[in-house]
């Protein structure tokens, strides 16, 4: 069974830095493109970036560009998402996201799995 | 960016009924390589992650119940519940992954009457 498993959040002062952590099991994740998506409390989904699976390609928001990177460790089965210069509308949940088919060199593609979420609070 | 408007904000329909989620997107999002579209509808239930219903616009997730489909081309989509369950009671969103930044719609609140 594929279960994606979020950590590294918490509460954190605007301006200052996380790293997410999502850890894959029952499945091998560097065959796959990743997605980190957020949902601010009571609100909708935001995109937020995709890696290729091999980490060739990455996309962001224009929300967190140049203040978020994607990347993964294919050795630990693991994706990240490093956050800096953090803004209090970036509360959110964050949920990775695998897509449904391995090898695409592309981000068309749907997602088949997503993690429980990890709750991060910007706030002074 | 493409916009993805569903409507209504939410509905609220009797046990057995239909329940009706319309989506549209503000440009086509038909891949011609392929000639699939890029619409997918998740359904979120509270403290939930989102869950997979439906993709390339009609496509069934493998173990979803068929009282769920999905229909539409072009720029307009809709999700519909044949017989709402109790267990249908969820918010819905429509997403393009046809290009960056993917979008989803604002969600569609489905209740019981």
């Known amino acids: 069974q594929v279960q994606l498993v979020e950590s590294g959040g918490g509460v954190v002062q605007p301006g200052g830095s996380l790293r997410l952590s999502c850890e894959a099991s029952g499945v091998t994740l560097s065959t796959y493109g990743m997605h980190w998506v957020r949902q601010s409390p009571g609100k909708g989904l935001e995109w937020v970036a995709f890696i290729r699976y091999d980490g060739g390609n990455k996309y962001y928001a224009d929300s967190v560009k140049g203040r978020f990177t994607i990347s993964r460790d294919n050795s630990k089965n693991t994706l990240y998402l490093q956050m800096r210069s953090l803004r209090t509308e970036d509360t959110a949940v964050y949920y990775c996201a695998k897509v449904w088919v391995a090898g695409l060199f592309s981000f068309r593609a749907h997602f088949d799995t997503w993690g429980r979420g990890m709750m991060v609070t910007v706030s002074s | 960016d493409i916009v993805m408007t569903q409507s209504p904000d939410s509905l609220a329909v009797s046990l057995g009924e239909r329940a009706t989620i319309n989506c549209r997107s503000s440009?086509?999002?038909?891949?011609?390589?392929?000639?699939?579209?890029?619409l997918t509808w998740y359904q979120q239930k509270p403290g939930q992650p989102p869950k997979l219903l439906i993709y390339w616009a009609s496509t069934r997730e493998s173990g979803v119940p068929d009282r769920f489909s999905g229909s539409g081309s072009g720029t307009d989509f809709t999700l519909t519940i044949s017989s709402l369950q109790t267990e249908d009671v969820a918010v819905y969103y429509c997403q393009q992954y046809y290009s960056i930044p993917l979008t989803f719609g604002g969600g569609t609140k489905v209740q019981i009457k």
């Open positions: 440009q086509s999002i038909l891949y011609s390589s392929t000639n699939k579209t890029y």
